[in-house]
């Protein structure tokens, strides 16, 4: 195997990896929060963005991990009139996880991004969007705001993502 081929199959691990580690986090509040629900897939998540449209927020999947639902509440994500009637009872959760040791309580220390898209949702959802910060190693949950993230961070720096 070349040295090229090497790095090549590092990166792919690594790549991998790091998408199972957000998952991991992700699974872990979920099964914490009763109320929780991953967000649908397929068509159940065609319904849900398309009663959100309909309703005057067009938002992208990928602006949220889970839905909050109130305790009690089965939905059927396939059912669009139940999926428009339950909209302002859903509360919209996009969940980062950390798992290094220099975040500290409360998560000072924490380093992550808040996509356009996040940022979007939050702006048009407003109180329905919520950001959870979990640390996986502590367990700590902090259920917060994209604005209230951006009030508190002690840097910020922008990038342009693209894709050619």
Same mark, same amino acid.
């Given at each position: 195997?070349?040295?090229? %081929?090497?790095?090549? =199959? ?10 199972? =580690? ?12 009763? =109320? ?5 897939? $397929?068509? #159940? ?17 990928? *602006?949220?991990?889970?839905? #909050?639902?109130?305790?009690?509440? %089965? ?8 999926? #428009? ?20 309580? $409360? ?5 992550? #991004? ?11 959802? $407003? ?33 342009? *993502?693209?894709?050619?």
């Amino acid at each position: 195997m070349s040295l090229l %081929e090497v790095i090549k =199959n590092k990166h792919a691990h690594l790549a991998r990896l790091a998408n199972q =580690n957000g998952a991991l986090g992700e699974i872990s509040v979920l099964s914490a929060m009763s =109320n929780w629900i991953p967000r649908p897939k $397929g068509p #159940a998540l065609q319904v849900l963005l398309t009663s959100l449209r309909n309703s005057g927020i067009s938002i992208k999947s990928s *602006s949220f991990d889970a839905i #909050a639902l109130p305790h009690g509440c %089965e939905l059927d994500f396939l059912d669009s009139v139940a999926v #428009a009637q339950s909209l302002p009872f859903m509360q919209f959760i996009e969940i980062k996880s950390a798992s290094q040791p220099r975040v500290k309580p $409360g998560f000072s220390g924490f380093f992550f #991004a808040l996509t356009e898209s996040e940022i979007s949702a939050a702006d048009q959802l $407003g109180a329905r969007h919520k950001v959870a910060l979990y640390n996986k190693v502590t367990e700590e949950l902090l259920l917060t705001s994209v604005p209230e993230i951006i009030a508190r961070a002690k840097s910020s720096t922008w990038q342009l *993502s693209v894709q050619i």
